[in-house]
């Protein structure tokens, strides 16, 4: 069995789940009052024997699409490879970007090479963007 269908069975086996789970809520009592609702025995059972039943399957409902959701994220996560998110391929590929070769003429004389501008911002980059901007004199 592969991962996809996998998936597929946890996600159809979660909305079912999830959908009596909302059923078995709305079953229950109301305590509050907070919509003027509930509080009578107006139910098809006796209100502690439904009070019972209805928690207990709530809890086991509830443990369930927990154990679920948790098995869909594992399962999901199974065919990543054991790598970073901040690899340095990715981040490589992301910060590089491609620029258009430019021929360049050699000079006549050889000088020595200047240190190569890295195509990535640096952190120098950054500490000048934060620099507060020379205040403007105002004028008289």
């Known amino acids: 069995m592969n991962d996809a269908m996998l998936q597929t069975i946890l996600l159809v086996a979660i909305i079912i789940v999830a959908i009596s789970l ?4 709305l079953l229950q009592r109301s305590e509050g009052g907070a919509l ?7 139910g098809f059972m ?3 024997g439904a009070g019972n039943l209805l928690t207990k399957v709530t809890w086991i409902l509830a443990g369930l699409l927990f154990a679920l959701t948790i ?6 996560n199974m065919d990543r490879a054991s790598v970073s998110m901040i690899d340095a391929n990715a981040v490589g590929s992301l910060a590089t ?3 258009t070769q ?3 003429q050699q000079p006549a004389q ?8 890295p ?3 640096s952190l120098d980059d950054l500490e000048a963007s934060l620099a507060p901007a020379p205040a403007s004199q105002p004028a008289h």
């Open 36 to 42: 003027g609702m509930g509080g009578g025995p107006s």
């Open 71 to 76: 098995g869909l994220t594992v399962v999901g």
């Open 110 to 117: 050889t000088q020595p090479a200047a240190p190569a501008k």
């Open 102 to 104: 430019q021929p360049q």
């Open 97 to 99: 970007r491609p620029q």
């Open 22 to 25: 909302t059923g078995v809520v």
């Open 46 to 48: 006796t209100a502690r």
């Open 119 to 121: 195509s990535a911002p």
